[in-house]
């Protein structure tokens, strides 16, 4: 068990920037999720701290020392790969014994060890089979199994349940914390699937471009996203974007868009008063959305019209898919599944006016920073 530090790390493939000035510290015992789109430098990061990247500058630490030029093999750490890397010739309880027969542990012990560990990952039955006779899931319990006899220092996931299908991820996800909540160890994992950072990590770093864009806990990074590329990325289906501007007018804050405009709550004045007069990006999220109808209590909405362009039934919720007019872009709610509308039906849909976002474009254009 250990922490680890990531001091202005900094990793080059010729001119390409992988990984850009990454700093962060991982605590003993926790759940670090790095996540972000492909190319966004997070499988990177994590072969660097593995030891089979080697770091251009900055420092990578475990447990408080410096592994930059540490052997991969002396770094005692454990990684399971998207692939499950297993020997197709070995039985399962061979594959997982393989890592400590090369460290010449003693036989009783890796027995011991690979027992303790089939029946964590509830595999003890499979031990004498072979790859070929097992399915994908149990495949990467196997190779979950092979790190965990190691008894490492820290673990590392690099998009383990990439290759399972809808329904096993989301058991294998539950079955990865669950192992770490019995384990104790520090996990870092690798995901471009918000929804595995969102459900597994106690904190998820969000990259983009290889630089570090935020780090906090998955509500945190829902709630208060720190820029509109975070708030894009957390949260599915994914927060809607309006281009607009702050205006006063007659004694109150508004939030003007292109086709619409809302009045902005009191108890808000104060935090975007300053932006009059500026062009924004005002952010809300799908499930902000409401059908005035069917509204929760408690919340401040301000009404607007919008034409129904596509229906999606959940079953316990309906998406929208909805424009303010027909020269707008799409946005989506997710309202209550007793709404009955159809496509092309005009509707008033409800904004809850307490968790909206407002983004100020003014210092980055590509990427606005959120207005607090």
Same mark, same amino acid.
């Given at each position: 068990?250990?922490?680890?530090?990531?001091?202005?790390?900094?990793?080059?493939?010729?001119?390409?920037?992988?990984?850009?000035?990454?700093?962060?510290?991982?605590?003993?015992?926790?759940?670090?999720?790095?996540?972000?789109?492909?190319?966004?430098?997070?499988?990177?990061?994590?072969?660097?701290?593995?030891?089979?990247?080697?770091?251009?500058?900055?420092?990578?630490?475990?447990?408080?020392?410096?592994?930059?030029?540490?052997?991969?093999?002396?770094?005692?750490?454990?990684?399971?790969?998207?692939?499950?890397?297993?020997?197709?010739? =070995?039985?399962?309880?061979?594959?997982?014994?393989?890592?400590?027969?090369?460290?010449?542990?003693?036989?009783?012990?890796?027995?011991?060890?690979?027992?303790?560990?089939?029946?964590?990952?509830?595999?003890?039955?499979?031990?004498?089979?072979?790859?070929?006779?097992?399915?994908?899931?149990?495949?990467?319990?196997?190779?979950?199994?092979?790190?965990?006899?190691?008894?490492?220092?820290?673990?590392?996931?690099?998009?383990?349940?990439?290759?399972?299908?809808?329904?096993?991820?989301?058991?294998?996800?539950?079955?990865?914390?669950?192992?770490?909540?019995?384990?104790?160890?520090?996990?870092?994992?690798?995901?471009?699937?918000?929804? @595995?950072?969102?459900? =597994?990590?106690?904190?998820?770093?969000?990259?983009?471009?290889?630089?570090?864009?935020?780090?906090?806990?998955?509500?945190?990074?829902?709630?208060?996203?720190?820029?509109?590329?975070?708030?894009?990325?957390?949260?599915?289906?994914? =927060?809607?974007?309006?281009?607009?501007?702050? @205006?006063?007018?007659?004694?109150?804050?508004?939030?003007?868009?292109?086709?619409?405009?809302?009045?902005?709550?009191? @108890?808000?004045?104060?935090?975007?008063?300053?932006?009059?007069?500026?062009?924004?990006?005002?952010?809300?999220?799908?499930?902000?959305?409401?059908?005035?109808?069917?509204?929760?209590?408690?919340?401040?909405?301000?009404?607007?019209?919008?034409?129904?362009?596509?229906?999606?039934? =959940?079953?316990?919720?309906?998406?929208?898919?909805?424009?303010?007019? @027909?020269?707008?872009?799409?946005?989506?709610?997710?309202?209550?599944?007793?709404?009955?509308?159809?496509?092309?039906?005009?509707?008033?849909?409800?904004?809850?006016?307490?968790?909206?976002?407002?983004?100020?474009?003014?210092?980055?254009?590509?990427?606005?920073?959120?207005?607090?």
């Amino acid at each position: 068990m250990a922490n680890v530090i990531f001091d202005h790390v900094v990793k080059k493939f010729n001119d390409v920037v992988a990984v850009n000035d990454l700093s962060f510290v991982l605590d003993d015992k926790e759940f670090l999720v790095l996540v972000g789109p492909s190319g966004c430098g997070k499988t990177t990061a994590l072969r660097c701290l593995a030891g089979l990247e080697e770091v251009t500058s900055g420092e990578i630490k475990i447990d408080g020392k410096v592994v930059n030029d540490v052997p991969p093999k002396d770094r005692d750490i454990a990684m399971v790969f998207q692939s499950y890397a297993l020997y197709p010739h =070995m039985t399962v309880f061979d594959n997982m014994a393989f890592g400590l027969k090369l460290r010449k542990v003693p036989k009783d012990e890796i027995k011991r060890k690979v027992e303790e560990a089939a029946k964590v990952l509830n595999i003890e039955t499979l031990l004498k089979r072979k790859p070929k006779e097992l399915s994908g899931g149990q495949r990467q319990r196997v190779a979950v199994g092979r790190a965990i006899v190691r008894e490492p220092k820290v673990f590392l996931f690099d998009e383990p349940l990439s290759n399972l299908d809808a329904k096993l991820r989301v058991q294998m996800r539950t079955e990865i914390t669950k192992l770490h909540q019995r384990l104790q160890t520090t996990f870092i994992y690798v995901t471009h699937d918000q929804m @595995e950072a969102m459900t =597994m990590g106690t904190r998820i770093a969000v990259l983009n471009h290889g630089i570090l864009q935020q780090i906090d806990t998955p509500q945190m990074l829902y709630d208060k996203p720190n820029n509109l590329f975070v708030a894009g990325f957390i949260g599915s289906p994914s =927060m809607n974007f309006f281009n607009g501007k702050i @205006e006063k007018k007659d004694g109150k804050v508004m939030l003007k868009a292109e086709s619409f405009e809302v009045e902005i709550p009191k @108890e808000k004045i104060k935090v975007y008063e300053h932006l009059a007069g500026k062009k924004i990006i005002f952010g809300i999220r799908p499930e902000d959305v409401h059908n005035p109808e069917y509204l929760p209590a408690r919340i401040k909405p301000a009404i607007i019209k919008s034409i129904v362009d596509v229906t999606e039934l =959940m079953g316990n919720e309906i998406f929208l898919h909805l424009k303010p007019s @027909e020269k707008d872009a799409v946005y989506v709610a997710r309202v209550d599944p007793r709404t009955r509308v159809k496509v092309g039906d005009v509707i008033e849909v409800a904004f809850n006016m307490e968790n909206i976002h407002v983004f100020d474009p003014s210092k980055d254009a590509e990427n606005p920073v959120a207005v607090r």
